[in-house]
DNA sequence: CGCTCACTCTAAAGCGCATTAGTGATCGGC
DNA sequence: GCCGATCACTAATGCGCTTTAGAGTGAGCG
């Protein structure tokens, strides 16, 4: 850490102490609103606090129990696969909205796996680095909860069914099930039958709770040929995927897509094959973003606000760290907004 | 911060101490690597550490001048007009990929515009958060690196052309005069004479290289009518400007998009006027990601390598802490890729 | 055999803050 | 007009680590 030149020095409590004639305590007790000064102390010292430019440095802070002012959030994907994600960037976007309010910093990780995101857990636990985190992509059969409980470490989960193994941990969900229903409904109101979902990494959570209520729907409506299948969420998959369904015979009429990365390419791919959409095959998409409307026609859409959510998370664990209980809390279920890619099946 | 129950303690270097039977300066030393301790010693103690778990506390570490182990990364753009943006995910991946290697925490952060960037940068100079930065979207006239340069906090500035102004900062960025050469070279040897450059922000320093090399490249080959337009990068100005721009008489033959989304958004909007792409206008992205190949024809970019990208930049900024003296690095110039949306002018 | 030097290790101070205990001064109450 | 209570403030301690000064030990040497 060399630093060439002396750079302007920071100020530290001991200074604004001097330049008010008081105690470095009584500087303490003015600064955090605790009693033990004087109204016009307070005012004085705060005075010269902001006119020294002084901060409280988080380092002395953490060190002397107050937490590192800091939450953590892993993101355990692949780069490549998150190329043209729309979700993570508004969801970061919401969840800094809300931690900017109150000096909160976010570190962030990438991590190959979730073992490597378990250590990236313990490190910063050890290390004192963040007093909660953020955890996204919950899987059937995570881990995560379990260390971050054995840890102590405050988290919220964000996009995961509530999990009554682990009370300590909140939750901030949106009911896929519902979604998924609604979906349903309207493929089948339009008359299709022999649906395909391509659906999304096969550990997460809600890949699993879409195929589930995607099945049982279909059972439900006594549809048959309905089937899910997983991929990466790539574009190259979710051609490939397109490609391999449209192939078969009878070919389905309707194709549910987990994000709009597949789906866009999805369209392309029918497209090469001579499916039209919507008249050959209707399409949605489980995210509606830019990439829904640009390209023909546009793509009907599950719709949510992922700011909001984010929003959502990082005041659910905000409120753990001051302290709060747990809880699970459900955000609005995503709706479907209709545009050109559905229409009525194909007699 | 309420913790309910009690979960597991963190070791400290007191346990580890006692634990080795030494001191705990001798911990110190054994676990830095510095002299001071038999090599026997050394062993054991990193033994014992290893076997307690424990890991030095940032925040102590910080406290006793090590610096916070923490470098941050501020983007101040607008989360909408990053709704589908592959560039940052990517340069972020890169940026990760070096500074885990090193256990160094990446500390993100989103503001409204440049001045609140240099709120956060004062910030966390003050409260003692970061080591470096990492700074993007350089402008003309950027108020940043001067700042950096006062608070003596060491920077890499990510994109912009070097800046003998600021010597303590380092840049790492990719000429974009020369990439913007090869476009235009590719075009007019097409026979295209009448080019718009769809560009990105106006205030950024990169967009206003560009807009230099296309006139003066223009100039130097005597085509009138080649000109720039600014937008905010999202694909709503793509579309807008494109129509636009397409409705002028006469209108022009190629098109060049500052990113790949309002190339994409461009597609669409002159689909619609009834242009096609390649034959009516030829049509060049700048930023090459899936979304070039999710539309027909696919679009002919300019590649790069984003994560290697962020890799450089964060080791510029590991060399700098580490002592290192600033310096600017270039690399590769991207290239263009072409694909199916650029031909031959009409005739 | 005593002396120095090199080596291994310990003691203690300090980083910036929060906090607890403690000290005067002021005040109400009798 | 004295006493205990209250208030405004200060002194001192600790958080976990690094670092400087210093102590103890044994080897090498004259």
């Known amino acids: 850490m060399a630093e060439k030149r002396t750079p302007a020095r920071r100020p530290t409590m001991k200074d604004v102490a001097r330049r008010a004639g008081v105690s470095e305590s009584a500087v303490s007790f003015a ?30 802070r953490a060190l002397s129990g107050e937490g590192a002012a800091t939450v953590g959030f892993v993101l355990a994907r692949p780069a490549h696969s998150l190329g043209v994600d729309s979700f993570f960037l508004q969801l970061v976007s919401g969840i800094q909205e809300v931690l900017a309010e109150r000096h909160l910093g976010l570190l962030f990780q990438m991590a190959e796996d979730v073992a490597d ?61 519902a979604a998924m229903a609604s979906v349903v409904d309207e493929l089948t109101g339009l008359g299709h039958r022999r649906i395909v979902h391509i ?22 409506r006594g549809l048959g040929e309905v089937h899910s299948v997983t991929t990466d969420y790539s574009d190259a998959e979710g051609a490939a995927v397109t490609r391999r369904v449209l192939r078969a015979s009878p070919s389905p009429t309707a194709l549910i ?47 949510r606000d992922s700011t909001a959510f984010g929003r959502t998370a990082a005041r659910e664990l905000t ?25 009525p099946a194909r007699a």
Do not use: F
């Open 31 to 60: 600064l955090n609103g605790r009693p033990g000064v004087s109204e016009t102390t307070r005012a004085r010292v705060q005075r010269v606090a902001e006119q020294l430019g002084w901060r409280p440095s988080t380092a002395a």
């Open 117 to 177: 995101e378990c250590a990236v857990y313990r490190r910063w636990w050890a290390e004192h680095r963040v007093d909660g985190v953020l955890v996204v992509d919950p899987r059937a059969d995570d881990p995560r909860p379990g260390l971050l409980d054995e840890l102590g470490l405050p988290a919220v989960v964000i996009g995961g069914a509530p999990d009554d193994r682990h009370p300590g941990l909140s939750t901030v969900w949106a009911d896929d099930a």
């Open 199 to 220: 659906a999304g990494l096969p550990g997460l959570a809600h890949t699993q709770r879409r195929i589930r209520t995607l099945r049982a729907e279909a059972g439900r």
């Open 257 to 303: 897509y987990d994000n709009d990365v597949m789906a866009v390419a999805g369209v392309a791919a029918a497209a090469e094959l001579g499916y039209a959409v919507p008249d050959d095959v209707s399409v949605v998409s489980w995210e509606d973003s830019a990439l829904c409307r640009m390209v023909k026609p546009w793509l009907s859409a599950l719709s």
């Open 319 to 343: 409120a753990l760290l001051d302290g709060g209980a747990a809880r699970a809390v459900r955000v609005p279920v995503p709706r479907l907004t209709v545009r050109g890619s559905t229409a």
